[in-house]
């Protein structure tokens, strides 16, 4: 079965841009989560996806945005993008919302550098 | 202030030895999981601690959860070069899906 897969992996913006990266879940599964993760502040918990609505929201500003379509693929958008958003943004899937034992499979991440 | 702390943060060792990382918080979490993470790659998940106590075993790693549920540690033993990577701890808390740890980047010399 296929894994996590993301797009693009590479990603170069200038200041003030807006990026939109895409993450396609493992077959069957219906959450969706993603994460920041920068050498400074380490691994952040975004928001996560379940049936096309946003089930639970991180500490970040509102200029990250995302949405989840009927098939569970989701794509995040940061607007206005800043020197600070550079960094490997994760998305991982897994097949319920809820549960503290749940299994996340990530994806390799898209790494966005902002110049 | 990080909610899970990891030490050491950098460890390096020869091939062989064996080695212990540790992950604290002073909060209590109703689980916690191991991952490993590659260069160039998402995070695995290696085990999922439960119970207080609970000791889990994968090959030559031991993951232990702490008593109380607020800590937890990961022991490997005769270390290969194929064990080098970014070790995270994580749980559940409040309206995150995962808090992960601050990170043990560990290589092991051949």
């Known amino acids: 079965k296929a894994g996590v897969t993301q797009t693009p992996r590479y990603l170069i913006k200038t200041r003030g841009q807006q990026v939109t990266l895409s993450c396609s879940p493992i077959?069957?599964?219906?959450?969706v989560s993603w994460y920041q993760q920068t050498p400074g502040q380490g691994l952040q918990f975004l928001f996560e996806?379940?049936?096309?609505?946003?089930?639970n929201k991180g500490n970040f500003p509102g200029r990250f945005s995302g949405r989840q379509f009927s098939n569970s693929r989701s794509e995040m958008n940061v607007s206005t993008l800043e020197l600070g958003d550079s960094a490997l943004y994760l998305c991982?899937?897994?097949?319920?919302?809820?549960?503290?034992?749940?299994?996340?499979?990530f994806g390799p991440g898209t790494r966005l550098t902002v110049l | 202030t990080q909610l899970l702390e990891q030490s050491p943060q950098f460890l390096s060792i020869q091939e062989g030895e064996n080695l212990t990382v540790y992950c604290n918080s002073s909060?209590?979490?109703?689980?916690l999981q191991w991952y490993r993470q590659e260069p160039g790659e998402g995070p695995v998940l290696l085990v999922t601690v439960v119970t207080g106590g609970e000791v889990k075993k994968l090959k030559r790693l031991t993951f232990q959860f702490g008593d109380a549920r607020k800590d937890s540690s990961l022991h490997i033993t005769a270390a290969q070069p194929g064990d080098t990577g970014l070790y995270l701890c994580a749980g559940p808390f409040g309206n995150e899906k995962l808090t992960f740890g601050t990170g043990t980047r560990l290589t092991i010399i051949p």
């Open positions: 077959s069957g599964h219906r959450s």
């Open positions: 909060s209590v979490f109703s689980s």
């Open positions: 996806y379940f049936s096309e609505t946003q089930r």
């Open positions: 991982a899937s897994s097949l319920r919302l809820a549960g503290s034992t749940d299994t996340q499979y």
